[in-house]
């Protein structure tokens, strides 16, 4: 049994090209004026009549079909893939038994028609019920109408491939166009997302400066308040120690020495003690700032700062004018104020 290769997906063949054909197989039976000019289509197990002509006595028609590997005339010319004649087969023993005898061919010519891949189409050919000798003269028209087919089924391929090359390009078109779509929807979203995180860490960063400002407008507060809290402590350290010391400590002298004796002695001498140690546990600013000064200056440096007038300081010490001016020119000197256009009091009044 003879197998033939079929094209796979052979496209359909269209309407036009159909109506060309049948122009071919016509004009070749009148040429050769012969009954039957016939494309035949191979329709594996079948072998079909596809475009027959429309001469007078034509038996075939397009619902016509053969079995293939029936020992048919283009079972031959398919194989071989050439040119068939069979002038009479009924004086040939190879074809005196072929399918065509019972329509009463016995002359048959036909060339084999291929698909661009090499693959069988069928056969285009010509019959005859009687020897066709001027079917003979035209073998080579034959053979160029066969080429005609022939050109038809590769154009046929060519433009399906490429509309199936075009419709696969418009869908990479369409999937493309989806895809930057896509994409730039995606972008949009992203960059968005970047200005609403951008717009909030300036949100955040300016918060943050503000509160910033705020901790350092506290910080600064909290530093004058300190600086005062301090100077009013230490304000109130030198009021305690000046009035200890200047308030009460001067008659308790006095009153030791009243000699007063007793119970009343033991009682002045805790009292003295007492005022002396809660004197002690305030820092001595006069003192510290200026430890060249001898106790006794102290006392009249912190006289002078209260307001005290030379007179004034003279009978709180006990002691003569000339010597409380004598202290508060050593004061001056040790202070470093040698210009007597300053006040020494408003001079000591600065210091903390």
């Not at 190879?94 to 065509?100: A, F, R």
């Not at 060339?111 to 189409?121: A, E």
């Not at 895809?179 to 909030?200: D, F, G, H």
Request: charged share 30%; net charge negative.
């Amino acid at each position: 049994m003879l197998k033939f290769d079929v094209m796979k997906n052979a496209p359909e063949i269209p309407d036009r090209m159909l109506a060309k054909w049948q122009r071919v197989v016509d004009i070749l039976a009148r040429l050769v004026d012969a009954p039957s000019g016939l494309i035949m289509k191979m329709n594996p197990p079948q072998h079909d009549v596809f475009v027959t002509s429309a001469s007078e006595g034509n038996p075939y028609t397009t619902e016509t079909t053969f079995t293939l590997n029936t020992g048919l005339y283009c079972d031959t010319v398919m194989a071989e893939r050439d040119l068939l004649v069979v002038p009479d087969a009924r004086e040939d023993p190879l074809w005196n038994k072929n399918p065509d005898l019972k329509h009463g061919m016995v002359f048959y010519m036909g060339y084999p028609l291929t698909w661009p891949d090499g693959s069988l189409f069928g056969t285009i050919c010509v019959l005859d019920r009687q020897n066709n000798q001027r079917a003979l003269e035209y073998k080579e028209l034959l053979d160029e109408f066969r080429e005609v087919i022939d050109s038809d089924l590769r154009l046929l391929v060519e433009l399906c491939e490429r509309e199936r090359v075009e419709k696969a390009l418009q869908a990479a078109h369409d999937h493309l166009e989806e895809r930057v779509v896509e994409r730039t929807k995606e972008l949009s979203r992203v960059n968005e997302e970047l200005w609403r995180q951008i717009a909030q860490r300036e949100k955040t960063e300016a918060a943050l400066r503000e509160r910033e400002a705020e901790l350092e407008e506290t910080n600064t507060a909290l530093k004058v308040l300190l600086a005062q809290v301090e100077a009013a402590k230490h304000d109130a350290e030198e009021k305690v120690v000046w009035n200890i010391n200047e308030q009460i400590a001067p008659y308790v002298d006095k009153l030791k020495g009243l000699g007063l004796g007793g119970k009343a002695e033991s009682y002045l001498s805790i009292l003295d003690g007492n005022l002396k140690d809660i004197s002690a546990q305030f820092p001595n600013s006069l003192a510290s700032k200026f430890s060249s000064l001898t106790p006794t200056e102290i006392e009249v440096a912190k006289l002078i700062r209260v307001g005290k007038t030379t007179k004034e300081i003279a009978g709180i010490m006990c002691t003569a004018k000339s010597t409380i001016d004598f202290h508060r020119n050593n004061i001056r000197k040790k202070v470093g104020i040698n210009s007597s256009n300053v006040s020494l009091r408003s001079y000591l009044t600065t210091l903390p």
